[in-house]
C-alpha cells in the first residue's frame, strides 16, 4: 500500500510539473493571495484581519473609483469599482496589493526575500516584465479567465523583492 502512495504522489508530481512546462506562466488563483488576502477579498475581510490601515489613498475618475489601503510601506491593499458606484469602502473587492516585507506569504510559502527559483519550481518560470528598471515575473490564474497576474519581482541574485498583485487595469 505504501508503494502505491508513493507512485501516486511521484505521479502527481510529474503531471504538475508537466502542466508547469506546458503553461509556463500559470498558478491556481487561490495561490495568489498572501495573509489571507487575494482578488476578490472585500476591505472589510482585510481590516477584519489587519485592523484599520494607517493611510489611504482615494482615486476617483475617469469612471473608477480606486481605493488603496496602506498597512505600511512594505505593504497596502487595492479595490477598484465604478466612479458612480456608492458601495461602502468595506464591501469594495480586492483587485490587488503591494508586499515588500516577509511577514506575509503565499498559501504555498512564498514570500519576499526568498529565492524565485522557489517559485520555479513550484510554477514554472513566469513571464518576464522589465517594470521602471526592475525586473518581475507574472503569473496568471491557471483556470480562470480574470484578468489578474500575480508578479514576483527580483533583483540580481533572483531574490524576491516584492509580489505585487493586480489586474489588466
Same mark, same amino acid.
Given at each position: ?28 488563483? $487561490? ?9 476578490? +477579498? ?5 481590516? !477584519?484581519?489587519? #485592523?484599520?490601515?494607517?493611510?489611504? !489613498?482615494?482615486?476617483? #475618475? ?15 491593499? +487595492?479595490?477598484?469599482?465604478?466612479? $458612480? ?20 506569504? +503565499?498559501?504555498?510559502?512564498? +514570500? ?13 518560470? #513566469? $513571464? ?33 523583492? $516584492? ?7
Amino acid at each position: 500500500m505504501k508503494k502505491f502512495f508513493a507512485l501516486v504522489t511521484a505521479l502527481l508530481f510529474v503531471m504538475s510539473t508537466a502542466q508547469a512546462e506546458i503553461y509556463p506562466h500559470m498558478m491556481p488563483l $487561490e495561490e495568489m493571495s498572501v495573509g489571507g488576502v487575494g482578488y476578490g +477579498t472585500s476591505l472589510g475581510y482585510v481590516k !477584519k484581519i489587519y #485592523g484599520e490601515p494607517v493611510d489611504k !489613498k482615494i482615486f476617483t #475618475g475617469d469612471g473608477v473609483r480606486v481605493v488603496t489601503w496602506i498597512y505600511s510601506e512594505y505593504f497596502s491593499v +487595492t479595490a477598484r469599482t465604478s466612479a $458612480e458606484d456608492t458601495t461602502p469602502e468595506d464591501n469594495l473587492q480586492v483587485v490587488g496589493y503591494s508586499l515588500k516585507t516577509n511577514a506575509l506569504s +503565499t498559501p504555498a510559502g512564498l +514570500t519576499v526575500g526568498m529565492s524565485y527559483h522557489k517559485v520555479v519550481m513550484l510554477w514554472g518560470r #513566469g $513571464e518576464l516584465v522589465e517594470d521602471d528598471g526592475r525586473r518581475g515575473y507574472f503569473y496568471v490564474p491557471a483556470s480562470s479567465q480574470l484578468p489578474v497576474t500575480l508578479t514576483f519581482y527580483v533583483d540580481a541574485d533572483a531574490k524576491i523583492t $516584492e509580489m505585487q498583485l493586480g489586474t489588466d487595469f
